[in-house]
């Protein structure tokens, strides 16, 4: 299997109080486990998620290897005067969902998507992770998630992806407001679907944008669908959709 994840290593005296500054979830919280967040833009926009995990008083990111550089970037130019080293870590993620390896962490965004590891060598195995992500309706690096998107259109609460009570961080503003202030008008939800289309094929019913379709598994999708105009039968492009 080929590893499509890079993991960057945080490490100094202020590596800690730097990246809780910036992403959606408590750096804290990785005393129990794997945290699941992301980084934000300013207009509260996504740019990269991740897992971070504790390595002694250093922080590692594990993150689709397309977002790595691109990451670690952002990192630097946050970083001014802060105290804090950015490398890469040789170590090799492993993901599964048979027995967990020992080490290994269960993943916090929903039990159902199995375990991570950290080691020398890649001992995943052969799971159909396109197909669990759409039964759990869980967003993928640079499918679901895009530089367009607003996180918690994409169910990061659900995903244990973002605290509300942690304090600031880029882009929080934006996300707090869609949280407490606004009731959300679009998300990402599982579909029915007969026939194939491509990943970003719009949706359509009766004649007006509705969506855009995602991933597909066998009959069923992920989809970003405009809630209000959400029909019982919907088009994207020779297929046809339908809400579960």
């Avoid at 804290?28 to 833009?41: M, R, W």
């Avoid at 290897?65 to 990192?75: C, G, I």
């Avoid at 195995?125 to 992500?133: C, F, M, Q, V, Y």
């Avoid at 605290?163 to 599982?190: N, P, S, W």
């Amino acid at each position: 299997m080929t590893n499509d994840r890079s993991l960057i290593r945080l490490s100094g005296q202020d590596s800690r109080d730097f990246l809780q500054g910036l992403i959606t979830n408590d750096v804290a919280k990785t005393s129990d486990g794997l945290v699941y967040a992301a980084l934000l833009s300013p207009q509260g926009k996504y740019i990269a998620d991740f897992f971070v995990l504790a390595d002694g008083d250093a922080l590692v990111l594990d993150v689709a290897s397309s977002h790595a550089a691109n990451l670690a970037q952002r990192l630097a130019m946050y970083r001014l005067r802060a105290k804090v080293d950015i490398a890469e870590s040789p170590k090799v993620v492993s993901r599964g969902t048979g027995p967990a390896p020992d080490g290994a962490f269960i993943d916090p965004r929903d039990p159902n998507m199995g375990w991570r590891a950290y080691g020398t060598e890649d001992i995943s195995d052969d799971t159909n992770w396109d197909s669990l992500r759409v039964a759990h309706v869980i967003p993928e690096t640079g499918i679901e998630l895009t530089p367009d998107t607003y996180i918690l259109e994409t169910g990061f609460e659900r995903l244990n992806g973002i605290d509300f009570r942690k304090g600031c961080y880029v882009g929080q503003e934006i996300a707090a407001r869609m949280k407490h202030k606004t009731e959300l008008k679009k998300g990402l939800v599982q579909v029915e679907i007969e026939g194939v289309a491509p990943v970003g094929t719009e949706i359509t019913s009766n004649g007006k944008s509705v969506g855009t379709l995602f991933t597909q598994s066998g009959n069923r999708a992920l989809a970003h669908l405009r809630f209000g105009r959400a029909t019982d039968e919907m088009q994207a492009s020779t297929a046809t959709l339908r809400l579960p």
